[in-house]
T-cell receptor, first 114, second 116 residues
């Protein structure tokens, strides 16, 4: 009963380095999301994938790219990390769009860019 | 643009007592969903309760209930018989019914402390 699994849980990067956050869900959900959470703020949507094969920008997409590898997996890539990208990143999934269904979150990935 | 405001950065409650967390939102939509999420120290976001705007009846989940005032755009969470395990950050969130990407707009959160 894993739900949404993210890796890695912790990562320290140097400015300019690249890395990919991995996310997988085992609930057969169609929609997947990447959020970031900064101190004192709620979550902000970076990118989402409404269904396999589609991705769209959210509220704060600059500096990120995503790939919906298959129905289960949705990765987030930082091509050239910047200190402003220090944050906690959450992957999430839901059954489908345009419904009141619940969104399930992973446990978060702590990223520090120095 | 929609905004969600939680005016209480921190709240404290005695174990077994009742506490109410406030949330207000701003929207021009008439049909939407409202949520309360709990984020314990483990950081995982856990859905506590959900309210559909077209339903007048307030949602209830065991010890958790909401006071939804649509005209006032207010959505408060009441926790009855507070337990130590209720200590966490609580986030109020809003989503229009027909919204590309299932985008949730979150408030800034309220940290709830439970005193034994």
């Amino acid at each position: 009963n894993a739900g949404v699994t993210q890796t890695p849980k912790f990562q320290v990067l140097k400015t300019g380095q690249s890395m990919t956050l991995q996310c997988a869900q085992d609930m057969n959900h169609n929609s997947m999301y990447w959020y970031r959470q900064d101190p004192g703020m709620g979550l902000r949507l970076i990118y989402y994938s409404a269904s396999e094969g589609t991705t769209d920008k959210g509220e704060v997409p600059n500096g990120y790219n995503v790939s919906r590898l298959n129905k289960r997996e949705f990765s987030l890539r930082l091509e050239s990390a910047a200190p402003s990208q220090t944050s906690v990143y959450f992957c999430a999934s839901s059954e489908r769009q345009f419904s009141g269904n619940t969104i399930y979150f992973g446990e978060g990935s702590w990223l520090t860019v120095v | 643009a929609q905004t969600v405001t939680q005016s209480q950065p921190e709240m404290s409650v005695q174990e077994a007592e009742t506490v109410t967390l406030s949330c207000t939102y701003d929207t021009s939509e008439s049909d939407y969903y409202l949520f309360w999420y709990k984020q314990p120290p483990s950081r995982q976001m856990i859905l506590v309760i959900r309210q559909e705007a077209y339903k007048q009846q307030n949602a209830t989940e065991n010890r958790f209930s909401v006071n939804f005032q649509k005209a006032a755009k207010s959505f408060s969470l009441k926790i009855s018989d507070s337990q130590l395990g209720d200590a966490a950050m609580y986030f109020c969130a809003y989503r229009p019914r027909n919204n590309a990407g299932n985008m949730l707009t979150f408030g800034g959160g309220t940290r709830l402390m439970v005193k034994p």
